[in-house]
Every structure is written in C-alpha cells, then in structure tokens.
C-alpha cells in the first residue's frame, strides 16, 4: 500500500525543512511521522545532522557544507528535497503497531500534585476521579522535545483536558505529570513551566549518563498507575 | 597543562559544534553562540575545525594559566589584558606559564571564543562536548565555569613554543565574515498568515534586542506583528535561527540553546551565514531583516566558508612559519 496520505514540504530556514502530514494530533498520523523516522535511521540520507519527529511532522536538518562536498550541481536545499520524495514515494500508509507499552507509577498526593484541585473542580470532578481518568488509558508517546526526554503524551480524557496556566510556573520540580489541553506529559527535568501539574513520578526520565538517557521513544505507549506517597519516597530513595 | 578560573564571569562554558544527532529525544544541539568566532580562534592555534573552546559573556572572567600555552580570541571584543599589557582579538598569544588574562570592557559583541592549542580535555557526552546547561551534562561536569575551578588542556598537538610569550606580529582579518548590514532571512512556513501591515513591518521595521536575550532565544520589540487568522498549531521542529511570532506580538529568534520544537508561527528564518552576526547583537541594539531566497542563503554560507578555509590556511602557513610545526 502506497502512502495516500497528502503531506506538504516546506523549507525551516536554509538548513531544513519539514514534511507535515497535517496538523493535528491523530495516533494514523503520527505512526506516518515515526514510520518516515524509522526508515531515515535505518537508511540514512547523506548529510543530514538531525530528525525532530514531531506529531504531525518530520523535521530533517543537513549540512549545507557538506552537501557541496558530496556535490555541487543543485543547491542543498533541492538535493535533499529530491532524496526525500523519492523516500517518501516508498513510504506506505502501513499502520505501525505502536511501541512497547510503559508503566510509569505516579503519585497524586496534594504535596505535588499542586493543579489537581484545579482540574477537578473545573469539570466537577473528585480528585479521585480525575485519578482514575489518567490512569484508565494508554498514552502514545507523539514526540519528545520542550526539554531533554520530555515525553508528550496524548489523548487525554475530555473529561480532564484543561489548557495551560495563564501564568507559566518559575520552577516545576523534576518528574511532575501534567495537563496541557488533552496532552498530559512529564516534565524530564526541573524547568519553567505551564501545565497543570496533577502528580510527580518518582522515574528519573532523563540519565543523561545511562546507556539510554531518554527513558521513552517517538510511538511508544505510556500507562500511569498511582502510588502512595510513602511508595513515592521510597522509590524515589 | 591546564588554566585555573581565578574569577568566574557571567557565563562562561566549553562549547564545540553542536550535538547533533539527538534532537528526536528532545536533546538540542546548543554549541557555540557564534560559529564563525570558534573556527577563527581555532583556526589561529593550529587546531581541527570543531575543537571546544571556552565561550565567555560580559563580564568575562579571569583566567590564570598553569602552564606555557599558546591560546587566541575570537567574536566579542572584551578589552583583552594580559598580565596588565593590551592583547588582541584574532591574535596568536604566546602564554608563559602564570600569566593572568582579563578583560577590561566589552566593546563589541555578545560571546568571545577561546581556544588553547590542543583543545580542551573534557570528555564527550553524546559525541560533543559542549556544556548542555538544562540537562546538567557535557562540557565541563555540565555546567558553567566557576571561580577555582581547573580547566585542563588536551594537549593534542606539539607546543614548541621557545619560551616566548606575547601576541603575534599578524592578525586575521574578520570584518568580513559578520554581516553589519541588514539580517537576511528567508520566510516561514507561517510568513503567509501575517497581515499585510505585519509583512510590511516586518520587512521595513527596525526591531530592537530586548534584554531577555540568552543563548536560548534572542527578543525583539519593534513595530507590532499580527496574524490574519488566529491559527492554533501543533508542535513542530524548529531550528537555530527561527523567528517566531509569540502571542504578546514580539517575536522571538532562536538561538544555540533552542528548544527542538515549537507552537508559535514560525513567520522567518534567520540564515545560516547571518546567526553569528546576529548571535554578537547586544540588549539595545537595532536589527533590520532583508528577506531572501534560499539560493542567495547558500551562496552566503558558501563565501562565508571559503573565507574561513582561506583563513585556515592563511594561519597554518604563519604558524608553521613561526612555529615549524
């Protein structure tokens, strides 16, 4: 089966450009985006530097300098645009299972969990059943970016989605799960931030000295289960 | 064979070329704020392209070296003072074990790169050494440069120094790798949907560099920017040199330290022959954009880097003249 999704190349300034199969967060999407990603691993174009898998789009930057080294009849920009339709011409619409499925234990005790009130009484809820929303479903992990093995996490229930802070957080603590419209995601490292924060995961998600710092891939599933506080401390110890 | 930090300065970190290769787990790529002032200081010291060098901000800090050394400074002009004597930027500057550099006032630029001959031990972490500040890892233990801290060199090259010790008689030439003019970019996936007035602006107007610039993202105020339609997007890649429109009307240009994806309208794309031009931008100052198109892009980054290899070659034949190695 040949790809009939539709998709648009556009330019990211003169050492990239982007391959968007639409603009919207759709797990048939998304599996394009990574099945593209996989086949670019597995059988790298020359010169390109970096892949930004994203939800709904592959983002492939190259070194110019190196592509007049390896030619000089085109521009770099439409030597790697040729390299990708012809790539593109053999990717298929193929579904991809998605990848392995990840149980990740988070506690929602109100010392870190300090939104969760918030999200539930914005649609009339227990905490306990907003609890229990975010962890009945499995996750795809869309993308990782923002931080260092940030992990975006979709779809939430409609029931728990809920936008933004209007005023980001100076310092989210390392390991925080959070609500951003119906994404949910963990917050790898300690950084500024404006999701609604409705528990804390005692996994460290970013090492940088392990073999593999980032805990999560593009396409993996995530399932979050809850833990007590005592549990949290002592996994966290 | 190593320096000594005797006085931190604002931000000071070892940087190379980037890491690339790590973006798809959100790992950006950082590296140095101004490419063309780390391959000039290396250049100047014999080194390959792409050796980390220490990259300084105002105020710079004070340095001791503990051994003979050779070392050159390229980008900012921070007033360079060695044991008290003046010393130039895109010099060869012979050290005697004990001198003391420091910098008496920032008179152009942003960020200044130096390089030792040899380059900089540190240990790579996901094949660059650059200091990747958010994840506390690479470079130096991950983190900027603090007073006492010991720096040590690698010591890959020969150091047939002679006991000399002052700058070289020779300077590169650099005024013609940064671009005083305009900053030419060529437009975003989202150009389309400013309104004609913000096109206009955006093209005409005289932006100014807010000083909530760091190596992350540089803001710019200037004339107001809006979008005809109040489109939502969903996260995309972006990369070094991306303009895009935040919601408060201000755009925003991303630098080394840039996240890996981005919601905003992406409006523009700085180019890559104009970022450190306009990575050496201080708070204050005025930046005009001139759009063009990506083969005029190319063809700049393409002068830029026969220039550079020119002056890589220029310096090899002083130094081997000099130096005989």
């Known amino acids: 089966m040949t790809l009939t999704n539709p998709y648009e190349i556009f330019q990211v300034g003169d050492h990239a450009i982007t391959v968007a199969f639409g603009n919207e967060i759709d797990a048939h999407i998304n599996g394009l985006v990574i099945n593209f990603f996989d086949e670019l691993k597995a059988n790298p174009i020359p010169c390109v530097v970096d892949l930004i898998p994203a939800y709904a789009s592959l983002t492939i930057v190259y070194d110019i300098v190196s592509i007049w080294q390896v030619q000089q009849q085109r521009s770099a920009s439409e030597w790697i645009k040729a390299d990708v339709l012809n790539r593109l011409s053999h990717l298929t619409d193929a579904y991809r299972p998605a990848g392995s499925l990840k149980r990740i234990p988070v506690c929602y005790a109100p010392s870190l969990a300090p939104d969760l009130d918030y999200v539930a009484s914005t649609h009339q809820l227990t905490t306990n059943e907003v609890i229990t929303l975010h962890t009945a479903h499995v996750y795809r992990v869309y993308m990782l970016g923002f931080l260092p093995g940030f992990p975006y996490l979709a779809t939430v229930h409609p029931k728990i989605a809920t936008p933004r802070k209007a005023q980001p957080r100076k310092l989210v603590p390392a390991g925080s799960v959070g609500i951003a419209g119906e994404q949910t995601g963990i917050y790898a490292l300690p950084s500024p931030g404006g999701w609604q924060l409705i528990g804390q995961t005692p996994v460290q998600m970013f090492k940088p000295d392990g073999e593999q710092p980032v805990a999560l891939s593009p396409g993996d599933q995530v399932q979050f289960y809850s833990i007590s506080l005592q549990e949290f401390n002592h996994l966290k110890a | ?325």
């Not at chain 2, 002032?37 to 340095?63: C, D, R, S, T, W």
């Not at chain 2, 993202?217 to 489109?231: A, R």
């Not at chain 2, 994806?261 to 031009?277: E, K, M, N, Q």
């Open chain 2, 1 to 325: 064979m190593s320096l000594r930090i005797i006085r931190k300065g604002l931000l000071d970190t070892i940087q190379d070329g980037g890491r690339f290769g790590f973006q798809h787990l959100g790992i950006n790529p950082g590296g140095v704020s101004d490419p063309v002032a780390h391959y000039v200081a290396n250049a100047l010291v014999g080194n390959v392209a792409g050796e980390p060098v220490l990259e300084m901000h105002y105020p710079a800090p004070q340095i001791q070296f503990l051994t003979d050394c050779m070392i050159a400074i390229s980008g900012a002009n921070f007033t360079p003072l060695l044991n008290d004597t003046d010393v130039e930027n895109d010099c060869t500057i012979l050290i005697k074990a004990g001198s003391i550099l420091r910098f008496a006032g920032q008179v152009w630029g942003v960020c200044a790169c130096l390089a030792v001959r040899g380059g900089f031990a540190v240990k790579p972490w996901l094949a660059s050494k650059s200091t990747n500040l958010k994840a506390g890892a690479g470079g130096f233990a991950g983190r900027a440069l603090l007073t006492g801290d010991v720096l040590p060199f690698a010591n890959s090259l020969p150091n047939h120094l002679g006991g000399k010790s002052g700058a070289g008689s020779w300077r590169a030439n650099v005024s013609a790798l940064y671009n005083r003019g305009n900053i030419r970019c060529v437009a975003g996936a989202e150009y389309d949907l400013l309104t004609p007035a913000a096109r206009q602006n955006l093209d005409r107007g005289s932006f100014a560099i807010t000083g909530r610039s760091d190596r992350m993202g540089y803001q710019l105020e200037g004339p107001p920017l809006s979008v005809q339609v109040d489109t939502s997007l969903i996260s995309t890649g972006v990369t070094g040199g991306t303009i895009q429109l935040l919601p408060n009307g201000r755009l925003i240009v991303l630098m080394a330290d840039h996240q890996t994806t981005g919601g905003y309208p992406r409006i523009a794309h700085v180019i890559r022959a104009d970022l450190p031009s306009l990575a050496q931008k201080r708070a204050g100052e005025a930046v005009q954009f001139e759009f063009v198109d990506i083969a005029t892009a190319e063809q700049a980054l393409l002068i830029q880097h026969r220039h550079l290899l020119q002056l890589k070659n220029a310096c090899n034949f002083r130094l081997a003249a000099a130096f005989g190695n």
